[in-house]
């Protein structure tokens, strides 16, 4: 390897990704076939989001030296880093068939196998790492990442502790540590983990949001809300949608029986309400403690930019909802009081919105609440209109209560993609 290619290495390791890039195309100019400069210089590119270019350097690295796993595992990089998750799997396993020794390949495979929510999976290529290598510390992260996902926290905290114990300046590690505690409903001692892996890497956002959680799961109503989202992660997609299918069906079979026998339904009421209760939390609770923390001089700088977006967006329609629900009821006006209804329901799939991967998931969910709005919209032109015509104000109304309904199977539906780069 020449002087460029080390300096391009070496400048990679410090992620100064542009500075490594010059390099490494000083090395082509002097060694174009050099299939591991190719290599190095798709994985510089893909940090810089560069993904064709990445995706160009990485097939001619493996043109050039079909049996390097390096090659191999350089174009995985690049697939998982554009979450083409099938193609980054396939690139991660020739790399590990090639050479089954290596680490690294072991620790990319297990990456792609979370990724794709295939906890034992991911488990299994972490521990094939760790046969090679006990101490490396990205198989032990995977490793107890896998272990937390599948409930064994204990096993993963003390994988964790022994890697910080090792390293114990490696932001990951420490960030995975606070996610472990979190698990075990202790936000105060992950808040440590958390501000120390920001400290050690203040661009991993794995530790910023992880910070977010633990300011917010102080309040005892979130940390309620914060033990479901976390089960819920832990499930398959399809797992997910028994979970949320069976417990709209379980509702509306009692509420049909509290309408059938009316003896029963005081009993089966509150029930019912809870359900109502605790689905609007899991679409608000995010947003509205969001909000809390901008109050919080430390919770306002961790929070991301998505999130002080979704908390503005949810802040200013229940602000609107409250200012014309008062106005409604002290001027009697029905239409300030429609009004409000149309600012406070709106909160949900606004609210969803964020929720889905930034990409034409979020934007095709933009066009949801587009859609929404524009019928409210026609609602309220054609209820001030000298005739209006009760079979068309019925239409709009009834269509934008069923699509606010089905918005939160839209934003269930839309969360679970995986995004193309």
């Known amino acids: 390897m020449g002087v460029h290619f080390q300096k391009g290495a070496l400048l990679y390791d410090q992620r100064r990704y542009d500075l490594a890039e010059e390099e490494l195309r000083r090395e082509l100019a002097e060694e174009p076939q050099s299939a591991a400069a190719h290599g ?3 994985l510089c590119l893909a940090a ?3 993904f064709d270019e990445a995706s160009g350097e990485a097939g001619l690295a493996i043109h050039l030296a079909p049996d390097d796993p390096m090659s191999h595992y350089a174009m995985g990089r690049v697939m998982f ?17 090639l050479d089954p020794e290596d680490p690294d390949y072991w620790a990319l495979l297990a990456q792609v196998r979370y990724e794709e929510r295939r906890w034992p999976a991911a488990l299994e290529a972490s521990e094939r790492g760790l ?13 107890a990442m896998a272990l937390i996902k599948l409930g064994r926290r204990q096993e993963a905290g003390a994988t ?12 990951l590690s420490h960030a995975n540590r606070g996610w472990t505690l979190l698990e075990q409903s202790e936000p105060r001692k992950a808040m440590e983990h958390f501000r120390e892996a920001l400290r050690l890497d203040p661009a991993l956002d794995w530790a910023r949001a992880g910070i977010v959680e633990a300011l917010k799961a102080r309040h005892f109503v979130y940390r309620w809300m ?14 997910q949608w028994i979970v949320v299918i069976g417990a709209y069906v379980v509702y509306q079979l009692l509420r049909s029986l509290a309408r059938s026998n009316p003896g029963v339904a005081p009993f089966i009421t509150p029930i019912l309400v809870a359900y109502v209760t605790f689905a609007l939390m899991t679409w608000l609770a995010g947003p509205l403690f969001n909000l809390m923390l901008r109050l919080n001089r430390f919770g306002r700088l961790a929070l991301s930019r998505d999130q002080v977006a979704a908390s503005n967006a949810v802040g ?13 009821l002290v001027m009697r006006n029905v239409a300030y009081l429609l009004g409000a209804g149309f600012f406070g329901v709106m909160t949900l799939p606004i609210a969803g919105a964020y929720r889905c991967p930034a990409g034409w998931p979020r934007k095709m969910m933009g066009l949801y609440v587009a859609a929404l709005t524009l019928f409210a919209i026609l609602f309220f032109v054609f209820a001030m209109s000298h005739s209006p015509r009760l079979s068309v104000l019925n239409g709009l109304a009834w269509t934008f209560v069923i699509g606010v309904f089905l918005s939160q199977w839209v934003v269930n539906a839309l969360t679970q993609v995986k995004v193309r780069r």
């Open 81 to 97: 880093d554009r979450g083409r998750l099938d193609e980054a799997a396939a690139s991660a396993l020739e790399a590990t068939r």
């Open 48 to 50: 810089r989001e560069k």
């Open 131 to 143: 046969e090679q290598d006990a101490e490396h510390l990205g198989c032990n992260n995977l490793r």
């Open 40 to 42: 190095l210089l798709a």
């Open 316 to 328: 200013f329609c229940l602000l609107a909802a409250l200012i014309l629900a008062g106005m409604g």
């Open 160 to 171: 964790l502790d022994a890697a910080l114990a090792r390293d114990p300046e490696d932001a």
């Open 226 to 239: 914060l033990r479901y989202f976390l089960w819920m992660g832990k499930l398959s997609g399809k797992a």
